[in-house]
């Protein structure tokens, strides 16, 4: 179904009630240059990810700066997404799911791709060690 590498508005996380409960009640993990936050649970569209980037201004005082990482991360997700949808879609799941970008510097485009791969690759045996337990309970 989804085999476009695209990243459509559905496919944005944007809600602020999401957004809240995946930060509150969600499950995080840290990989290189990121915090991933990953919730499964429903989502309104009927999309099997709902996807938000984020870059601190704390760590990043110029918008330009901001918006060079998240472009970045989101275009790497986007080209990177299928094997995490294929997952998804095998196990009939949703999930909304945060990259938080915690390096102090910027870094090329291919690096962020290199780390976003190992994020959604330790995000896929995540889920799986998940479904396991769930399905042992």
Known sequence: MFTRASLSKSERLSREQLI???????????????VVYYKIGPLPESVPAQMLASASKKKFNKATDRNRIKRFIKESYRTNKFELYRHLT??????????????KKITSFNDIEAKIKVALSELILKLQIEQKSIKND
């Open 20 to 34: 809240a409960s995946l930060f509150e009640a969600g499950h995080s993990f840290f990989t290189p240059s990121f």
């Open 90 to 103: 095998t196990n009939k799941l949703q999930l909304a799911l945060a990259f938080v970008y915690i390096d």
